[in-house]
C-alpha cells in the first residue's frame, strides 16, 4: 500500500510532484483476514494532509479482496533528493 501511496504522490492533482517520495512511517495498521496466492487485491490511498513546506504526505490505505476489508493502515510519506 505503500508504494500505491507514492504513486498517488506523483499526481498533479492530489498535490504532488516528481520529485523522489520515501517511506516514512506506518500508523494504525490492522490485518483483517488471511489472503492466498491466487486473490486479487484491490487497494486505495486517500490523501489526508500534505504539509508541502515540510514535504511531509499522510495518507489512509484500504486493501480488499473480494469487497472486504482486509487490510487498512495511515502511511506517511517524504521528499527528498
Same mark, same amino acid.
Not at 21 to 48: C, E, H, N, Q, Y
Given at each position: 500500500?505503500?508504494?500505491?501511496?507514492?504513486?498517488?504522490?506523483?499526481?498533479?492533482?492530489? /498535490? /504532488?510532484?516528481?520529485?523522489?517520495?520515501f517511506f516514512a512511517?506506518?500508523?494504525?495498521?490492522?490485518?483483517?483476514?488471511?489472503?492466498? *496466492?491466487?486473490? =486479487?487485491?484491490?487497494?486505495?490511498? =486517500?490523501?489526508?494532509?500534505?504539509q508541502k513546506r515540510?514535504?511531509?504526505?499522510?495518507?489512509? /490505505?484500504?486493501?480488499?479482496?473480494? /469487497?472486504?476489508?482486509?487490510?487498512?493502515?495511515?502511511?506517511?510519506? *517524504? =521528499?527528498g533528493s
Amino acid at each position: 500500500m505503500a508504494l500505491v501511496g507514492g504513486l498517488v504522490m506523483l499526481q498533479p492533482e492530489a /498535490g /504532488g510532484s516528481r520529485e523522489n517520495f520515501f517511506f516514512a512511517g506506518i500508523d494504525k495498521v490492522r490485518f483483517r483476514k488471511p489472503v492466498i *496466492a491466487s486473490d =486479487t487485491w484491490v487497494m486505495r490511498m =486517500t490523501l489526508i494532509k500534505l504539509q508541502k513546506r515540510f514535504g511531509i504526505a499522510k495518507m489512509k /490505505g484500504k486493501a480488499y479482496v473480494g /469487497g472486504e476489508v482486509i487490510c487498512e493502515g495511515e502511511f506517511l510519506m *517524504a =521528499t527528498g533528493s
